[in-house]
């Protein structure tokens, strides 16, 4: 006689958590299954949360549920960092990386990617103003002289975001930050970046943005140059109607510091197979995995070994600074952020 019964999986199973668009998650599967290839004992449970994946993160943790690895950013490490495993540092990485992924002097995650910020220009708007296009070592003076240059009545200069992720690399190429912004170079700062959109006007206000966004406005042909991200660069290769570049945050006097974000693996302490998930971690975080991630474009890697191909992202590297993050991270930013609102407006 035929049976209806089912056999049952006998493989351990080791729960990860990320999150992550559809071409990373197209990255992310055939990997698992790579990886149970080569562990036939296991098998790998993925949690994609798309959306408020923090907010979920912390009610698992909450109700004692976490997933065994979990995919976390440095901002917001210092949170879950009592209830992570501490990783051994690894040497094949940046450090700054992997300071990123430090809390208290103790590495909790094995770093996957990095980001930083650079200004990404419009050549075909260089060449139509007669603007040469900015050097490698220019300075907050040639960068507002570039950006008066390029300003018309249907262009600006240059972006304008108020948050404060995209005005931190001025407070910190002036010796300013964050955590002191009652240090004179943080106000100096803020004003020199105020006065790009409210004294010399090469920066949109907000209603002349409208409704746009400043991503927006760049593939529109509105904007010179652009603060922004690697993450825009499969959106700029696709979608830009005009030749455009990138070149190195300008310098203060302190030089060119943009602050350095990373993200990667963690081990819950509460797993109960860690051996197991610390072995989904590595394989995750080795040379040919990483080959893969960073062919979806949208990320920096992490490993020194894996070669990244703007050289503008490799120098932006040497130059960054992890972002200062403490426990009250997020209350100092929505802070500034309104403290700054009139100063912008």
Same mark, same amino acid.
């Given at each position: 006689?035929?049976?209806g019964?089912?056999?049952?999986?006998?493989?351990?199973?080791v729960?990860?958590?990320?999150?992550?668009?559809?071409s990373?998650?197209?990255?992310?599967?055939?990997?698992?299954?790579?990886?149970?290839?080569?562990?036939?004992?296991?098998?790998?449970?993925?949690?994609?949360?798309?959306?408020?994946?923090?907010?979920?993160?912390?009610?698992?943790?909450?109700?004692?549920?976490?997933?065994?690895?979990?995919?976390?950013?440095?901002l917001?490490?210092?949170?879950?960092?009592?209830?992570?495993?501490?990783?051994?540092r690894?040497?094949e990485?940046?450090?700054?990386?992997?300071?990123?992924?430090?809390?208290?002097?103790?590495?909790?995650?094995?770093?996957?990617?990095?980001?930083?910020?650079?200004v990404?220009?419009?050549?075909?708007?260089?060449?139509?103003?007669?603007?040469?296009?900015?050097?490698?070592?220019?300075?907050?003076?040639?960068?507002?002289?570039?950006?008066?240059?390029?300003?018309?009545?249907?262009?600006?200069?240059?972006?304008?975001?108020?948050?404060?992720?995209?005005?931190?690399?001025?407070?910190?190429?002036?010796?300013?930050?964050?955590?002191?912004?009652?240090?004179?170079?943080?106000?100096?700062?803020?004003?020199?970046y105020?006065?790009?959109?409210?004294?010399?006007?090469?920066?949109?206000?907000?209603?002349?943005?409208? /409704? +746009?966004?400043?991503?927006?406005?760049?593939?529109?042909?509105?904007?010179?140059?652009?603060?922004?991200?690697?993450?825009?660069?499969?959106?700029?290769?696709?979608?830009?109607?005009?030749?455009?570049?990138?070149?190195?945050?300008?310098?203060?006097?302190?030089?060119?510091?943009?602050?350095?974000?990373?993200?990667?693996? +963690?081990?819950a302490?509460?797993?109960?197979?860690?051996?197991?998930?610390?072995?989904?971690?590595?394989?995750?975080?080795?040379?040919?995995?990483?080959e893969?991630?960073?062919?979806?474009?949208?990320?920096? /890697?992490?490993?020194?070994?894996?070669?990244?191909?703007?050289?503008?992202?490799?120098?932006?590297?040497?130059?960054?600074?992890?972002?200062?993050?403490?426990?009250?991270?997020?209350?100092?930013?929505?802070?500034?952020?309104?403290?700054?609102?009139?100063?912008?407006?």
């Amino acid at each position: 006689m035929l049976c209806g019964c089912s056999q049952k999986d006998e493989r351990t199973a080791v729960q990860f958590a990320s999150w992550g668009s559809k071409s990373e998650v197209d990255i992310i599967k055939p990997l698992l299954a790579d990886f149970e290839k080569q562990n036939p004992d296991l098998r790998v449970e993925f949690m994609h949360i798309p959306q408020n994946y923090f907010q979920k993160i912390h009610l698992l943790f909450a109700s004692n549920t976490a997933p065994d690895v979990i995919f976390i950013n440095n901002l917001h490490l210092p949170v879950y960092a009592d209830f992570l495993e501490e990783i051994s540092r690894r040497d094949e990485y940046y450090p700054q990386a992997l300071d990123a992924l430090s809390y208290n002097e103790k590495l909790y995650a094995v770093p996957r990617d990095v980001s930083n910020l650079v200004v990404f220009y419009n050549k075909d708007l260089f060449d139509k103003k007669g603007v040469s296009y900015p050097a490698a070592d220019w300075t907050f003076d040639d960068f507002l002289k570039t950006a008066q240059k390029l300003t018309d009545e249907n262009t600006f200069g240059v972006s304008f975001e108020e948050d404060p992720l995209f005005y931190l690399p001025y407070l910190m190429s002036n010796g300013g930050g964050f955590y002191e912004m009652e240090k004179q170079e943080s106000k100096d700062a803020i004003q020199f970046y105020a006065d790009l959109r409210k004294k010399y006007h090469v920066a949109p206000l907000k209603a002349e943005s409208a /409704s +746009a966004t400043m991503g927006q406005m760049f593939l529109q042909g509105r904007l010179g140059m652009y603060i922004s991200g690697h993450w825009m660069i499969p959106k700029l290769t696709e979608d830009a109607e005009f030749e455009w570049d990138a070149v190195q945050f300008p310098k203060g006097t302190k030089g060119s510091i943009v602050p350095l974000d990373a993200s990667g693996w +963690a081990v819950a302490k509460s797993s109960k197979h860690k051996s197991e998930a610390i072995k989904l971690v590595d394989f995750l975080s080795s040379k040919e995995s990483s080959e893969k991630f960073k062919t979806s474009g949208l990320i920096v /890697s992490a490993r020194k070994d894996v070669k990244e191909s703007s050289k503008v992202f490799a120098d932006a590297i040497k130059t960054s600074i992890p972002t200062p993050v403490k426990s009250d991270y997020r209350e100092m930013l929505d802070k500034i952020k309104k403290d700054n609102e009139a100063v912008y407006n």
